[in-house]
Antibody, heavy 118, light 107 residues
């Protein structure tokens, strides 16, 4: 079955760079899907961060675009998120997800809490 | 960006009640509207895609309808496991956007 698993530091210093990786199993990362990052700050709603296709094409949320980089490593079956110049406002649970055929998020990782604090 | 507005933001209901949540888009999104259920500590779970298609494994008491700018999610008979927060999400264009959520609480 399709599984996604986030990994990365749970604590990031202010002004530092948040780095997360999502390992994909049970499906080819080169299939016709977009691979996304979504976050949820404590007590708030869901926010789409951006996504990548196996070709390397990306889409980013304009509100974060200047700070976000999403990359893919097909040989390792994983994709990654880097968010620079983080502040406390970036504290959130970060999810990776598959956007099936560019329509809906049908598979999600379990989520990982990243706290920005000194 | 396409803004998604859900109402109500919260509601209280009893087991067995019929519940309807609405979602409005700031412009037409055809039927590119998905619904998710979110429980604390869990990842969102896809319920309905393309406005009215039931995701595999989701109980039939969940139905979605609408097109253009107005959409609804209906739970025909609320069950104890349905108490959660529900989000709509448009996939018509990037940036992908979610509604603010509707928290369904026990009356």
């Amino acid at each position: 079955q399709v599984q996604l698993q986030e990994s990365g530091p749970g604590l990031v210093m202010p002004s530092g760079t948040l780095s997360l990786t999502c390992a994909v199993s049970g499906v080819s990362i080169s299939s016709s899907n977009w691979w996304s990052w979504v976050r949820q700050p404590p007590g708030k709603g869901l926010e789409w961060i951006g996504e990548i296709y196996h070709s390397g094409n990306t889409n980013y949320n304009p509100s974060l675009k200047s700070r976000v980089t999403i990359s893919i490593d097909k040989s390792k079956k994983q994709f990654s998120l880097k968010l620079s110049s983080v502040t406390a406002a970036d504290t959130a649970v970060y999810y990776c997800a598959r956007r099936e055929f560019g329509v809906n998020f049908d598979y999600w990782g379990q989520g990982t809490l990243v706290t920005v604090s000194s | 960006d396409i803004q998604m507005t859900q109402s109500p933001s919260s509601l209280s209901a009893s087991v067995g009640d019929r519940v309807t949540i609405t979602c409005r888009a700031s412009q037409s999104i055809n039927n590119y509207l998905n619904w998710y259920q979110k429980k604390p500590g869990k990842a969102p779970n896809l319920l309905i895609y393309t406005a009215s298609s039931l995701q595999s494994g989701v109980p039939s008491r969940f139905t979605g309808s609408g097109s253009g700018t107005y959409f609804t999610l209906t739970i025909s008979s609320l069950q104890p496991e349905d108490f959660a927060t529900y989000y709509c999400q448009q996939s018509y264009s990037t940036p992908l956007t979610f509604g603010g959520g509707t928290k369904v609480e026990i009356k």
